[in-house]
């Protein structure tokens, strides 16, 4: 049974920073394809970013330059770490295993002075 149990979400000040992570269970995580998701209220869920096996990494436009993606095999994690957040990053995060098409339960990101 796959599990993905998220971590590190909170409130933060804009500029501030967070890093997120996601710790699987039930794959072999070192052949697995990583994601974040992301919803805000009222908006639908968008992909924030991904990582391939051989940590190969896409961003959407609006995170480019600020977040960056990446992955511990040893350690069965993957981590979003988020710089410069701005109030419009504000969203529960998800982690997501593509392959199994599994969800972790979400990590609240605030970002509010």
């Known amino acids: 049974q796959v599990q993905l149990v998220e971590s590190g979400g909170g409130l933060v000040q804009p500029g501030g920073s967070l890093r997120l992570s996601c710790v699987a269970s039930g794959i072999i995580f070192s052949r697995a394809a990583m994601a974040w998701y992301r919803q805000a209220p009222g908006k639908q869920r968008e992909l924030v970013a991904s990582i391939t096996i051989i940590s190969t990494t896409n961003y959407a436009d609006s995170v480019k330059g600020r977040f960056t993606i990446s992955r511990v095999n040893t350690k069965n994690t993957v981590y979003l770490q988020m710089n410069s957040l701005k109030p419009e990053d504000t969203a529960v995060y998800y982690c997501?295993?593509?392959?199994?098409?599994?969800w972790g339960q979400g990590t609240q990101v605030t970002v509010s002075s």
């Open positions: 997501f295993f593509p392959g199994g098409g599994s």
